[in-house]
C-alpha cells in the first residue's frame, strides 16, 4: 500500500530536479496504482466471525 507514495515522493523530487515531464509520468502512474489497490479494498469482502 506504501508504493503509490513511494512514487509520490519520486515525482516530487523530479520536480526539485527540474524533470518535469517525468514526474509527471510518475504521478501518474502513482495516482493509477493508488485507485487500483483502493479498488481491490473497498471490494473485498468482510470475513467478520462472530
Known amino acids: 500500500m506504501s508504493?503509490?507514495?513511494?512514487?509520490?515522493f519520486a515525482g516530487l523530487?523530479?520536480?526539485l530536479a527540474g524533470r518535469r515531464g517525468?514526474?509527471?509520468l510518475v504521478?501518474?502512474?502513482s495516482m493509477t496504482l493508488l485507485?487500483?489497490?483502493f479498488r481491490l479494498h473497498a471490494t473485498d469482502a468482510l470475513?467478520?466471525?462472530?
Request: hydrophobic letters at 85%; charged letters at 0%; proline letters at 5%.
Open 35 to 37: 485507485a487500483l489497490l
Open 27 to 29: 504521478w501518474a502512474l
Open 13 to 15: 523530487a523530479l520536480i
Open 47 to 50: 470475513n467478520i466471525a462472530l
Open 3 to 8: 508504493l503509490p507514495f513511494f512514487g509520490l
Open 22 to 24: 517525468a514526474a509527471m
